[in-house]
């Protein structure tokens, strides 16, 4: 089965314009997952989709990030607008159940703020 | 609150060296710990996986010993290979929370020359 995926696998934009990211889970899962890794520092949790729900927005640093899932399909990741500090790679992952602890993640899109 | 701790990289080896990446976690309970490696260009992968006290996870000569009275699960290979080069990660979740979040350490990279 095809894996996680995303697009774009880089994006290079300027400090107060707009980026939106987007994950195709793997076919059949209703779990999905965004994660965050800024230069040098941990992956951090940002939210959790079941089908089109939003189970867990905890991770969200601020106002300026918007994950939709309509359909409960494909996910994405919105900043509007974008600081410097948000450069870094996001992570998308998906799992089959939620009692599942295994999640599948995707190559990631590299962001970087200018 | 919950975390990991992973040894600081990059670890530079030979080929067929052994290595360990040191990992402790904080958490209450009894979380399942993990083991994902991201190689270059590519997404996060599960590469082992361990749920309870004692349990030894392995994959391709990779193994890991779920160690509660040490709360660590080091990361241990006899052999290592030039194609092991890559980005490992610690991470746990939760007891009982399977549907939520990872926690990740900050990820240690491993370079291996011939």
């Known amino acids: 089965e095809a894996g996680v995926t995303q697009f774009p696998s880089h994006s290079v934009i300027e400090k107060g314009q707009t980026v939106t990211l987007r994950c195709d889970p793997i076919?059949?899962?209703?779990?999905l997952y965004w994660y965050r890794r800024v230069m040098g520092k941990e992956i951090k949790f940002l939210l959790h989709f079941v089908k089109e729900s939003k189970q867990d927005e905890s991770g969200m640093p601020n106002n300026r990030f918007l994950a939709e899932r309509t359909g409960g399909t494909y996910s994405t990741l919105k900043v509007q607008p974008a600081e410097l500090e948000d450069s870094g790679v996001y992570f998308c992952?998906?799992?089959?159940?939620?009692?599942?602890?295994?999640?599948?993640f995707g190559p990631g899109t590299r962001l970087t703020v200018l | 609150g919950n975390s990991v701790t992973q040894m600081e990289g990059p670890v530079t080896l030979s080929e067929e060296a052994f290595l360990t990446i040191n990992c402790t976690y904080t958490a209450t309970g009894y979380p399942s710990l993990f083991w994902y490696v991201q190689y270059p260009g590519e997404g996060l992968q599960l590469l082992l996986k361990?749920?309870?006290?004692?349990d030894k996870g392995s994959n391709k000569g990779f193994e890991a010993t779920y160690r509660k009275e040490t709360t660590s699960f080091h990361l241990e290979k006899g052999s290592v290979q030039v194609s092991d080069s890559a980005v490992y990660f610690c991470a746990l979740i939760q007891a009982n929370q399977a549907g939520t979040a990872l926690i990740f350490g900050k990820g240690t990279t491993l370079s291996v020359s011939s």
């Open positions: 361990a749920t309870k006290a004692d």
């Open positions: 992952a998906s799992s089959r159940v939620t009692s599942s602890t295994e999640q599948f």
């Open positions: 076919s059949g899962h209703d779990n």
